[in-house]
């Protein structure tokens, strides 16, 4: 990432623009409501944001739906679309100062990610899936000479999409990607709490050729502008990523409305594994240090529930504590800051009010546990380890979603299973082994969408992320995707 930027100077003479985007424009409320946006980093004041509401949302869906009954994106030829990806894909990475700086200061995490991760990831999700569509082949089934049985996939329609704070771009860009591709219209819901980037993206998306209806962005709160989404009877499926508790209101509003398709990406309480035959802990240590505190452990798949071998267990301990210190929270804004602030005061209690239980539990604090740069006006706190955990603690069983992870000791192989999959999650876990039939052993019975062996969080397009259990359903990522935004149909001609 360039040192010569002055991030700082930048911030300053930035403009957001805080305004939905419907039909290809920038758009005010209906009703012109708005509310004000303040960044974590320093709780300066960005923007007045869209407040949207039911009308707003009705006027998106109305525009994405045009758009798909006309077929100016879904009936252009799959290379077309495809061209048009690609460009969008450039567009991105040509704004990607101007996103970065969007990105951080929305929601506080530092700029040598936003910048070095999150804009380049985005842009090389929708370049793949504009690359994947054409690569796509429909089948025909093995008949008798008298008939012909075609199975092809459709778009299906209008697909809202609701995604979280903590990954903006990314999150979006996951359900965009084989949403668009496949030939969809998308009315986007971000989250209130860093909804700067979305709008971004859709103006950029113009400018690369995608039609004017395709892809909308309606700011607002969960509760109005996301409820209404989901409600919507005009609206055929939603992708959502967020907490359990509102995945399980996705799925009422489905059987409220029309029985939408729900794809629900959830909660996670990742389980980190340590076996004593793994050797170099120190790295098992770095690993999990830097996975566990990137992003500010606001990651659904961060590594918060540590299980190491009895035999180990003080020593990797010590090492973890120690790894702790250089992860101390800095302003965002400077290129060398590797953990910035939480998204807001709302998410800054919540963390605390976690560390106070893992307190009051009996838990042993070891590095971290309290609020840093109070005086700057954001929303930091320390990384944080506890160690003498049980799994039956709050701080083990609930998502914290902060900077703070906890070590559980166990004795035998069958016991470190049974620990891990004693969760209502089963998003990722990591197992740490040198014995290969241990490793494969472990990672077969390991109840989660991805296990890792030896490392934590290498990651790529082509592999799908979800989880199992209460951490949701359907895959982002990879050609699974696709499965959520398409209709199989079967045409059967008889051949006489």
């Known amino acids: 990432m360039p040192h010569h930027v002055n991030w700082t100077e930048?911030?300053?003479a930035l403009k957001a623009d805080g305004r939905a985007v419907i039909d290809g424009?920038?758009?005010?409320?209906?009703?012109?409501?708005?509310?004000?946006?303040?960044?974590?980093?320093?709780?300066?004041?960005?923007?007045?944001?869209?407040?949207?509401?039911?009308?707003?949302?009705?006027?998106?869906?109305?525009?994405?739906?045009?758009?798909?009954?006309?077929?100016?994106?879904?009936?252009?030829?799959?290379?077309?679309?495809?061209?048009?990806?690609?460009?969008?894909?450039?567009?991105?990475?040509?704004?990607?100062?101007?996103?970065a700086l969007l990105e951080t200061l929305d929601m506080g995490k530092p700029i040598q990610y936003s910048m070095g991760v999150d804009v380049t990831a985005t842009a090389r999700c929708i370049a793949w899936y504009g690359e994947a569509v054409d690569k796509i082949y429909d089948e025909i089934a093995p008949t008798g000479d008298h008939a012909l049985a075609m199975i092809t996939r459709e778009p299906m329609g209008v697909i809202g999409a609701i995604v979280p704070w903590n990954y903006p771009m990314i999150m979006a860009a996951w359900k965009l990607g084989p949403a668009l591709?496949?030939?969809?219209?998308?009315?986007?819901?971000?989250?209130?709490?860093?909804?700067?980037?979305?709008?971004?993206?859709?103006e950029l998306a113009v400018e690369a050729g995608l039609p004017p209806g395709v892809f909308n962005v309606v700011p607002g709160y969960g509760h109005e502008a996301g409820e209404a989404l989901a409600l919507h009877m005009d609206v055929d499926a939603i992708g959502f990523t967020g907490s359990t508790r509102v995945g399980r209101r996705m799925l009422d509003y489905a059987g409220q409305s029309n029985l939408k398709r729900v794809y629900n990406e959830l909660g996670g309480k990742s389980a980190f594994l340590v076996f004593e035959d793994?050797?170099?802990?120190?790295?098992?240590?770095?690993?999990?240090?830097?996975?566990?505190?990137?992003?500010?452990?606001?990651?659904?798949?961060?590594?918060?529930?540590?299980?190491?071998?009895?035999?180990?267990?003080?020593?990797?301990v010590k090492l973890l504590a120690a790894e702790a210190p250089k992860y101390?929270?800095?302003?965002?804004?400077?290129?060398?800051?590797v953990l910035g602030a939480l998204v807001d005061e709302t998410q800054l209690k919540t963390v605390l009010g976690y560390i106070d239980a893992g307190h009051s539990e009996g838990a042993q604090c070891v590095a971290g546990g309290r609020r840093a740069?109070?005086?700057?006006?954001?929303?930091?706190?320390?990384?944080?380890?506890?160690?003498?955990?049980?799994?039956?603690?709050?701080?083990?069983?609930?998502?914290?979603?902060?900077?703070?992870?906890?070590?559980?000791?166990?004795?035998?192989?069958e016991e470190a299973i049974a620990i891990a999959n004693a969760s209502s999650y089963g998003l990722q876990a990591s197992v740490?082994?040198?014995?290969?039939?241990?490793?494969?052993?472990?990672?077969?019975?390991?109840?989660?969408?991805?296990?890792?062996?030896?490392?934590?969080?290498?990651?790529?397009?082509?592999?799908?992320f979800g989880g199992y259990k209460q951490s949701g359903n359907g895959r982002d990522k990879s050609l699974h995707a696709f499965d959520k935004y398409t209709e199989l149909k079967t045409t059967w001609l008889r051949l006489d």
């Not at 591709?181 to 979305?198: C, F, H, I, R």
């Not at 740490?432 to 019975?445: G, Q, T």
């Open 328 to 337: 101390a929270p800095a302003d965002p804004l400077h290129p060398d800051t």
């Open 432 to 464: 740490w082994s040198l014995n290969v039939n241990r490793a494969h052993r472990v990672a077969r019975a390991l109840r989660a969408g991805t296990v890792h062996v030896n490392q934590y969080d290498e990651d790529d397009m082509t592999v799908p």
């Open 373 to 413: 740069r109070a005086d700057s006006g954001g929303y930091y706190v320390e990384p944080t380890v506890f160690a003498g955990v049980s799994n039956e603690m709050k701080i083990a069983r609930e998502e914290i979603f902060g900077p703070v992870t906890s070590v559980i000791r166990f004795k035998t192989e």
């Open 278 to 316: 793994y050797g170099d802990i120190a790295r098992a240590a770095q690993t999990l240090a830097g996975s566990m505190f990137f992003n500010q452990g606001e990651s659904c798949n961060a590594p918060s529930r540590v299980l190491v071998q009895d035999s180990i267990a003080d020593e990797f």
């Open 25 to 99: 424009q920038r758009v005010a409320a209906v009703d012109g409501q708005t509310f004000a946006k303040h960044s974590p980093v320093d709780g300066r004041f960005l923007t007045d944001v869209v407040r949207g509401q039911r009308a707003d949302i009705d006027a998106a869906v109305r525009s994405a739906r045009a758009a798909f009954e006309d077929r100016r994106w879904a009936g252009q030829a799959p290379a077309a679309r495809k061209k048009v990806l690609q460009r969008f894909a450039e567009k991105i990475l040509a704004a990607k100062e101007e996103l």
């Open 181 to 202: 591709a496949a030939g969809n219209s998308v009315v986007l819901k971000p989250s209130e709490k860093s909804p700067l980037t979305a709008c971004r993206l859709a």
């Open 10 to 12: 930048r911030a300053q």
